[in-house]
């Protein structure tokens, strides 16, 4: 759950849609169906910190000029 509204409060709502979908599984307890989704999340979080990163550094070098 705060996966979801974290990564929507950033802008990766294909990281919050997926954390969605995640949830629901577990929800309905269909544990076979959500433990391959958990790869999938861990790459898309990797893919998040990379892009807020390269962000955060621009706006360090916009900063600074």
Do not use: C, F, Y
């Not at 990281?15 to 995640?22: F, G, P, Q, R």
């Not at 169906?33 to 550094?57: G, H, K, T």
């Amino acid at each position: 759950h705060s996966i979801k509204g974290l990564s929507r409060s950033v802008g990766a709502t294909r990281l919050s849609d997926h954390a969605h979908k995640m949830e629901e599984l577990a929800a309905e307890a269909n544990l076979a169906a959500l433990q391959p989704l958990v790869d999938e999340l861990r790459q898309r979080l990797s893919e998040v910190q990379a892009d807020l990163q390269a962000q955060l550094a621009d706006a360090r070098q916009s900063a600074s000029t």
